[in-house]
């Protein structure tokens, strides 16, 4: 007769960060635009992945969503997830953190997210950063690096 044992599986790293810092009791959300039925509120909401809900900025154009600190945060991830599901396009985010109060910011993360739905629809990302004292988190979103009017769309945020 075989003698077996059945080994427990190592855990898998998740994408998203339940665990991670609750924005909602630690931070202010400042949004430049946000559309009545799509507000920032959804990117914060758990509703994730491909038709989770989402903020989509009321307008065409950069925009730029901060998120204000209570008291300084130490960020090691940042998840974020972005579907659109109309327009081709490139949308070209960047994550950048102040430790001073806003008056200066540091650059973590910029990329480059392309759609050509419906087969390329939806992006997630998970980065590991490295920043300390964090006073304001600042994402500064250009819907369409083509230069076309487009509108930024973000599905999820979460912060570690």
Do not use: C
């Amino acid at each position: 007769m075989l003698r077996k044992q059945i080994l427990p599986r190592p855990p898998v790293e998740s994408t998203s960060f339940e665990a991670g810092i609750p924005v909602a009791e630690v931070a202010t959300v400042q949004v430049t635009s946000e559309q009545g039925n799509h507000p920032i509120d959804n990117v914060f909401d758990n509703r994730q992945g491909p038709g989770g809900s989402r903020w989509i900025a009321d307008g065409p154009g950069e925009q730029t969503l901060i998120l204000v600190f209570d008291s300084p945060q130490t960020i090691r991830k940042v998840s974020l997830e972005v579907e659109e599901l109309w327009v081709s396009r490139t949308q070209e985010l960047s994550v950048s953190v102040s430790s001073d109060g806003a008056r200066t910011y540091r650059e973590l993360v910029r990329q480059e997210f392309t759609f050509s739905p419906p087969s390329t629809s939806f992006e997630r990302e998970v980065w590991s950063v490295a920043a300390e004292g964090v006073t304001h988190l600042r994402i500064d979103i250009k819907p369409d690096k083509g230069g076309r009017v487009a509108q930024a769309t973000l599905t999820s945020l979460s912060i570690g």
